[in-house]
């Protein structure tokens, strides 16, 4: 595998609307931001991700632009932005923003025009078709937000148009190559302007398989889910090839792909060492115990799971590319609220989760707050939602005939609200995230669970998640934590997550018991360094090594 500039890096994703509020309106900005950076600096960072920050009504919180050359007044101004990338670049940070092309606002201008005149230059951006009250609509796909994925073109009585998301945000036509080309004109202009590379939204979906048609209906409302359509659509790679060749490979861009269901014979082409993208996220894990009647319907998800899936997703990509590790995200509940069962959500617990995943080969992927071990909030009534998801998945469950309460905790659990709601950086008003009203209600644990409390405290979740990045940058042990084989160990001892990192003559073991009671582990050798340990004690008798319940260690061995 050919050696990359961003291979050895950490990344850290920021939802710029809940993390830092620098005027006091409750939405955090780039000032927010830029007033943090030495934060990020401090704790290791090097990539920032920043969702999205464009121009838009934010009826998907920012994932619906209605103009990609601008910032939204509510993030603050594009003078902002070059100082954001100003002030990075002088530490030697990199950012990274948001790419949403498979579709854009119902509110961008290139929408409006389509509206005015379907059979013109716009109308063809996107998927619009005639229809006729009383007639079926070219097909019944379902949206992801609930509901048909058709909705009336504003203005025109007999046509409607295409959303595989929300009704506000129409899919572009990426079958016409003017449309591409005005893409790809955007993604330079951007890079042109000092940005490091691009978190790839949704991008699966822009190769629909054509002409619409029906799928089977999969629940009672005769729909079905896209992800059907997107599992017999192909060609997508002529799409994603020439837009990497247009744009990415030219400015050498760290681009990182919201990839779902790739087939095995195109990972290469997706994120080998020429690839579309740079890497993609490992959502092995998260879509564990999904279930496509809704989240009502999904099973929790074990250790056993857990490790099985990680264990098989880096063992596909070994030799082929890097996959980009995560264990929450701005579209998933908490990971310590969602793989430590209910109330085992401690500290050691929480480090062994984040060390786990941080240890594994690829590039680590922090989600702001995960550092201080976040948890997910609960809703004392659905009023509270502000998800879009939420409130189409609470319908759903009543539609399938739990109780409101029953429906409350399954969307309690899932919300994509958990992990917006605002940074806890102390224990001041509002976490001291805004001297206003937060836009979305603070974490009520923020007086114990914050950043302040846990920075100068040794053991806190906080500086565990500094030595990971410590142990990462120490040039002993960086080229094996970074490039060494990823092989399972005692892969069938039940509920330890164990595995090696095996570098050029060294040889790393990482070790976590995913569970709270102890267990003994037999060690294939002798201890060289205890390098990492999420507790006081380390209690090794010969070849047998005593864990506590959720201790993590990594050896060298
Ligand atoms: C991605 C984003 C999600 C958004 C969706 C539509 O999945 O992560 O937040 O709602 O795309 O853009
Ligand atoms: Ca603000």
Not at 258 to 269: G, S
Not at 473 to 501: C, D, F, K, S, W
């Amino acid at each position: 595998m050919e050696k990359k500039w961003w291979h050895g890096k950490t990344a850290y994703q920021i939802y710029p609307k809940s993390f830092c509020d620098s005027n006091g309106d409750g939405i955090g900005d780039l000032r927010g931001i830029i007033s943090k950076l030495d934060y990020l600096k401090e704790l290791g960072v090097d990539i920032i991700w920043l969702s999205p920050i464009y121009c838009s009504p934010l009826a998907d919180q920012g994932y619906d632009i209605s103009d990609y050359y601008n910032i939204d007044p509510r993030f603050g101004t594009m003078e902002d932005m070059d100082k954001l990338l100003e002030e990075a670049n002088k530490r030697e940070m990199f950012i990274v923003m948001d790419l949403v092309v498979n579709h854009c606002s119902d509110e961008h201008e290139w929408f409006k025009k389509a509206c005015q005149d379907p059979d013109g230059r716009y109308g063809k951006y996107f998927y619009i078709k005639d229809w006729h009250e009383g007639e079926p609509l070219p097909c019944n796909w379902r949206s992801y937000f609930g509901g048909p994925c058709w909705d009336k073109l504003p203005g025109h009585d007999d046509k409607v148009y295409l959303h595989v998301f929300h009704k506000k945000q129409p899919d572009l036509n990426w079958e016409n190559p003017e449309l591409r080309e005005e893409i790809y004109k955007m993604i330079n202009w951007w890079l042109e302007k000092g940005l490091a590379g691009f978190r790839i939204d949704a991008i699966i979906n822009i190769k629909k398989k054509l002409p619409f048609s029906n799928y089977p209906a999969d629940r009672e409302d005769g729909l079905c889910s896209v992800r059907k359509m997107l599992a017999e659509a192909t060609g997508i790679g002529d799409f994603l090839g020439e837009m990497a060749e247009k744009t990415f490979r030219k400015w050498d861009a760290f681009t990182v792909g919201e990839v779902f269901n790739e087939k095995d014979e195109e990972l290469p082409q997706f994120i080998g060492d020429n690839g579309y993208f740079s890497t993609m996220f490992d959502f092995s894990e998260t879509v564990l115990g999904q279930s496509e009647k809704g989240w009502y319907a999904a099973e929790p998800v074990t250790p056993e799971m857990y490790k099985e899936a990680a264990f098989r997703n880096h063992k596909r990509v070994e030799g082929v590319g890097f996959l980009s590790n995560i264990i929450e995200n701005h579209d998933e509940p908490r990971g310590v609220s969602h793989y430590l069962p209910e109330g085992e959500a401690t500290e050691t617990a929480k480090k062994m989760l984040g060390g786990v995943n941080f240890m594994m080969k690829g590039l680590p992927f922090l989600y702001q707050g995960q550092e201080i071990g976040m948890e997910n909030f609960h809703y004392d009534s659905i009023d509270q939602a502000d998800d879009i998801s939420a409130l189409d998945q609470y319908q759903v469950a009543l539609d399938a005939g739990l109780s409101p309460e029953e429906a409350l905790k399954v969307v309690d659990h899932f919300s994509r609200d958990n992990a917006r709601s605002p940074f806890q950086w102390d224990a001041s008003a509002n976490a001291g995230f805004t001297t206003g009203t937060p836009w979305l209600r603070v974490n009520s644990n923020y007086k114990h669970l914050n950043l302040a409390e846990q920075k100068n405290r040794p053991d806190s979740v906080w500086n565990f998640y500094r030595q990971l990045i410590q142990l990462r940058q120490n040039p002993v042990y960086h080229e094996t934590i970074v490039y060494g084989e990823m092989v399972p160990y005692l892969a069938e001892q039940y509920n330890l997550m164990a595995y090696y990192r095996q570098g050029e003559g060294q040889q790393l073991l990482v070790l976590g018991n995913f569970q709270k009671e102890p267990q003994d582990v037999v060690l294939p050798g002798k201890v060289k360094a205890l390098l990492l340990n999420n507790l006081p004690g380390f209690d090794a008798e010969g070849s047998v090594l005593h864990m506590e319940g959720w201790q993590f260690v990594v050896l060298e061995v």
